[in-house]
Protein backbone atom coordinates (compact mmCIF):
# COMPACT_ATOMS: atom_id res chain seq x y z
CA UNK A 1 0.00 0.00 0.00
CA UNK A 2 1.28 3.74 -0.86
CA UNK A 3 0.94 6.45 1.20
CA UNK A 4 -0.80 9.62 0.01
CA UNK A 5 1.61 12.21 -0.49
CA UNK A 6 0.37 15.88 0.99
CA UNK A 7 -0.70 17.58 -2.13
CA UNK A 8 -2.81 13.98 -2.88
CA UNK A 9 -4.39 14.32 0.21
CA UNK A 10 -4.96 18.08 -0.25
CA UNK A 11 -6.50 17.35 -3.43
CA UNK A 12 -8.44 14.65 -2.05
CA UNK A 13 -9.47 17.04 0.94
CA UNK A 14 -10.74 19.56 -2.17
CA UNK A 15 -12.55 16.82 -4.34
CA UNK A 16 -14.57 15.82 -1.13
CA UNK A 17 -15.53 19.51 -0.56
CA UNK A 18 -16.47 20.29 -3.90
CA UNK A 19 -18.87 16.72 -3.96
CA UNK A 20 -19.85 17.73 -0.12
CA UNK A 21 -21.15 21.03 -1.35
CA UNK A 22 -22.79 20.05 -4.56
CA UNK A 23 -24.64 17.45 -2.88
CA UNK A 24 -25.87 20.19 -0.26
CA UNK A 25 -27.82 21.37 -3.31
CA UNK A 26 -29.91 19.03 -3.15
CA UNK A 27 -32.35 19.05 -0.08
CA UNK A 28 -33.50 15.39 -0.60
CA UNK A 29 -30.25 13.75 -0.91
CA UNK A 30 -27.75 13.59 2.26
CA UNK A 31 -24.60 11.92 1.81
CA UNK A 32 -23.22 8.89 3.86
CA UNK A 33 -19.63 8.35 4.89
CA UNK A 34 -17.94 5.62 3.01
CA UNK A 35 -17.55 2.07 4.50
CA UNK A 36 -18.73 0.94 7.64
CA UNK A 37 -16.19 2.06 10.19
CA UNK A 38 -17.05 5.03 8.88
CA UNK A 39 -20.52 4.81 9.37
CA UNK A 40 -19.90 3.75 13.10
CA UNK A 41 -17.64 6.92 13.70
CA UNK A 42 -20.35 9.12 12.39
CA UNK A 43 -23.04 8.22 14.40
CA UNK A 44 -20.59 8.70 17.50
CA UNK A 45 -18.70 11.72 16.02
CA UNK A 46 -21.58 13.64 13.33
CA UNK A 47 -18.00 13.69 11.48
CA UNK A 48 -18.08 12.76 8.05
CA UNK A 49 -14.47 11.81 6.54
CA UNK A 50 -14.18 10.60 3.20
CA UNK A 51 -17.66 10.71 1.96
CA UNK A 52 -16.77 9.52 -1.31
CA UNK A 53 -14.52 7.04 -2.62
CA UNK A 54 -12.47 9.18 -5.45
CA UNK A 55 -10.13 6.98 -7.68
CA UNK A 56 -8.23 8.74 -10.72
CA UNK A 57 -6.93 6.25 -13.74
CA UNK A 58 -3.84 6.03 -15.98
CA UNK A 59 -6.24 8.25 -18.04
CA UNK A 60 -6.27 10.86 -15.88
CA UNK A 61 -10.30 9.90 -15.66
CA UNK A 62 -11.72 10.13 -12.24
CA UNK A 63 -14.44 7.25 -11.13
CA UNK A 64 -16.43 9.03 -7.95
CA UNK A 65 -18.75 6.35 -5.51
CA UNK A 66 -21.10 7.82 -3.48
CA UNK A 67 -23.59 6.51 -0.75
CA UNK A 68 -26.66 8.05 -0.30
CA UNK A 69 -29.92 8.33 1.22
CA UNK A 70 -32.80 9.97 -0.43
CA UNK A 71 -36.26 11.44 0.38
CA UNK A 72 -39.20 9.21 -1.13
CA UNK A 73 -39.89 11.68 -3.80
CA UNK A 74 -41.63 10.34 -7.16
CA UNK A 75 -38.84 11.32 -9.31
CA UNK A 76 -36.07 9.44 -7.37
CA UNK A 77 -34.11 8.69 -10.11
CA UNK A 78 -34.22 11.93 -12.22
CA UNK A 79 -32.55 13.23 -8.86
CA UNK A 80 -30.12 11.06 -8.75
CA UNK A 81 -28.82 11.74 -12.37
CA UNK A 82 -29.24 15.47 -12.02
CA UNK A 83 -26.65 14.96 -8.57
CA UNK A 84 -24.79 13.11 -10.94
CA UNK A 85 -24.43 15.67 -13.63
CA UNK A 86 -23.66 18.52 -11.20
CA UNK A 87 -20.68 16.48 -9.77
CA UNK A 88 -19.82 15.36 -12.86
CA UNK A 89 -19.34 19.04 -14.64
CA UNK A 90 -17.94 20.96 -11.24
CA UNK A 91 -14.93 17.71 -10.74
CA UNK A 92 -14.19 18.71 -14.44
CA UNK A 93 -14.16 22.02 -14.18
CA UNK A 94 -12.35 22.72 -11.15
CA UNK A 95 -9.68 19.57 -12.00
CA UNK A 96 -9.22 19.80 -16.20
CA UNK A 97 -9.68 15.92 -16.04
CA UNK A 98 -12.47 13.91 -17.34
CA UNK A 99 -14.91 12.56 -15.05
CA UNK A 100 -15.87 8.87 -16.13
CA UNK A 101 -18.36 7.54 -13.53
CA UNK A 102 -20.31 8.89 -10.75
CA UNK A 103 -21.93 6.18 -9.11
CA UNK A 104 -24.23 5.65 -6.68
CA UNK A 105 -25.48 3.74 -3.80
CA UNK A 106 -28.84 4.55 -1.93
CA UNK A 107 -28.41 2.88 1.06
CA UNK A 108 -31.39 4.46 2.34
CA UNK A 109 -35.25 5.72 1.31
CA UNK A 110 -36.94 8.50 3.99
CA UNK A 111 -40.09 9.93 3.69
CA UNK A 112 -40.39 13.96 4.35
Do not use: H
Not at 52 to 69: G, M, Q, S, V
Not at 70 to 91: H, M, N, R, V, Y
Request: charged content about 25%; overall charge neutral.
Amino acid sequence: MQLMSKQDEMSNLILQTVISICVSEFSEIKLLPVGSLNKYYYALTREIRNSANIKINDRNEYTIDLTIAISATPDILGACKKLQLAIKEEIEIITGCKVSNVNLSIEGIWKK
